[in-house]
T-cell receptor, first 113, second 113 residues
Framework: DQQVKQNSPSLSVQEGRISILNCDYT??????FLWYKKYPAEGPTFLIS?????DKNEDGRFTVFLNKSAKHLSLHIVPSQPGDSAVYFC????????????FGAGTILRVKS | DTEVTQTPKHLVMGMTNKKSLKCEQH?????MYWYKQKAKKPPELMFV???????INESVPSRFSPECPNSSLLNLHLHALQPEDSALYLC????????????FGSGTRLTVV
């Protein structure tokens, strides 16, 4: 039972353009969402997060949008840079889940120069 | 110090061996985690320690045995593993209940032969 889904296994974008990574969740108890970035042979690193009381959070080139009614969130990277090429994981947490983060399967982003 | 340090980075072990993975953090985080990640899959939670006590065991086989000697250290003892246990083992830590995400280590790449 995949509670957090990233339906696009990979995405290829030209340098300077916008990258949009999508994530859907099924559990309405989730109320906090995070994006992690992972390079090969490294652990995931935290990128940006959003609480369910907001619909947008911005940090530099990265913006996360949350649509609670659709149980959908997206990560926008503008402008995309070759160094952004990595695997991006969406994760979710909820008050009843305690310490447990639930991860999506990840999307491989390739930014071409 | 804002890092989670894992050793060793790579480990090859036979099915009859006993080995241990180590994890250390000095951020004052009171929750520590073991995750397992197979290729092209999301990280899967194995164990959570909160205030040095095991709080979550995700039905992990007993050939994996976690230990938290103190608030900065987390070990994962391995015994009689199977080839299908080969994976990237990630340690993470968080403040309190990890509500706002974790800090991950770079992982131990384990190969069971």
């Amino acid at each position: 039972d995949q509670q957090v889904k990233q339906n696009s296994p990979s995405l290829s974008v030209q340098e300077g353009r916008i990258s949009i990574l999508n994530c859907d969740y099924t559990n309405s108890m989730f109320d906090y969402f995070l994006w992690y970035k992972k390079y090969p042979a490294e652990g995931p690193t935290f990128l940006i997060s959003i609480s369910s009381i907001k619909d947008k959070n911005e940090d530099g080139r990265f913006t996360v949008f949350l649509n609670k009614s659709a149980k959908h969130l997206s990560l926008h990277i503008v402008p995309s840079q070759p160094g952004d090429s990595a695997v991006y994981f969406c994760a979710a947490n909820g008050n009843r889940y305690g310490n447990k983060l639930v991860f999506g399967a990840g999307t491989i982003l390739r930014v071409k120069s | 110090d804002t890092e989670v340090t894992q050793t060793p980075k790579h480990l090859v072990m036979g099915m009859t061996n006993k080995k241990s993975l180590k994890c250390e953090q000095h951020m004052g985080h009171r929750a520590m985690y073991w995750y397992k990640q197979k290729a092209k899959k999301p990280p899967e939670l194995m164990f959570v320690y909160s205030y040095e006590k095991l709080s979550i065991n995700e039905s992990v086989p007993s050939r994996f045995s976690p230990e938290c000697p103190n608030s900065s250290l987390l070990n994962l003892h391995l015994h009689a593993l199977q080839p299908e246990d080969s994976a990237l083992y990630l340690c993470a830590s968080s403040q309190d209940r990890g509500r706002y995400g974790y800090t991950f280590g770079s992982g131990t790449r384990l190969t069971v032969v």
